[in-house]
């Protein structure tokens, strides 16, 4: 992907989780059912790294079900932190820090092989480019313990004719279909104002393929969440060397 493309992709989401964070954290204290049937699968005293923590929704719901291990939860938008700091029982048990998953170093400060479970729930579709995805899934192996787990869901919004209709053309923003990569689509979003947000929808099979290529097996795979249980590709990741 053409580096000023890139950078523009970034800058949308930038701006909208900048501008909407406070509208987006509203829609997003619920745990989607998809995690709720993924939460007794983490052991209680398993150490977890949450990326994409958002108002840390899912970092409570862990808690609740009396989580003992350690929780540090990941996020770029500083809003959304401020949203998981008030709700988290931040201290020994829980941590929470802003971090830019396209950055080369987000991952250098964590300790290599050292979390049970790693999760990243409805993150993933923020992330430009299949150079950045491929580098993306070999960090999260390196900091995968070899036991351990990576829970990940991807949005399936095409599967919605109610999003599908939210698809607006790439000149929208001053770009054109053939500077985005196949799967990438621009979303609008109208609550508390117009805004835009950069997505990749993420197949089965590209997942799959991405999960092979950085070292991975996958151990699971459903769909759940939504009206019809399909708005989110649901897999489980170990590590091929288990």
């Not at 790294?49 to 540090?72: I, K, T, W």
């Not at 995805?133 to 109610?162: E, I, Y």
């Not at 699971?220 to 939504?226: A, L, N, P």
């Amino acid at each position: 992907m053409n580096p000023d493309v890139f950078g523009r992709l970034l800058e949308i989401n930038t701006q909208f989780y900048q501008t909407f964070a406070q509208d987006f954290s509203a829609t997003r204290y619920q745990v989607q059912p998809g995690v709720r049937q993924l939460l007794p699968t983490i052991p209680k005293d398993a150490r977890v790294l949450d990326l994409g923590c958002g108002n840390g929704s899912f970092g409570v719901a862990l808690f609740e079900r009396g989580h003992v291990g350690p929780y540090h939860g990941m996020d770029f938008s500083a809003g959304l932190l401020d949203a998981a700091r008030s709700q988290l029982p931040l201290g020994d048990a829980a941590t929470v820090a802003q971090a830019d998953f396209t950055s080369p170093a987000w991952d250098a400060a964590l300790p290599p092989a050292h979390f049970d479970a790693i999760t990243a729930f409805a993150t993933l579709h923020h992330l430009p480019s299949a150079a950045l995805h491929a580098d993306f899934f070999r960090k999260v192996r390196r900091l995968l313990a070899p036991d351990g787990r990576f829970l990940l869901s991807n949005w399936q919004f095409l599967n919605s004719p109610r999003w599908r209709a939210r698809v607006q053309p790439w000149e929208t923003v001053g770009l054109s279909p053939e500077d985005v990569e196949p799967g990438d689509y621009l979303l609008d979003w109208r609550r508390g104002g117009v805004g835009y947000r950069y997505v990749h929808h993420f197949s089965e099979t590209e997942l799959a393929q991405l999960a092979a290529e950085s070292g991975f097996r996958v151990v699971e795979t459903f769909h759940s969440d939504g009206r019809e249980g399909n708005l989110a590709l649901y897999m489980v990741w170990e590590r091929k060397d288990k």
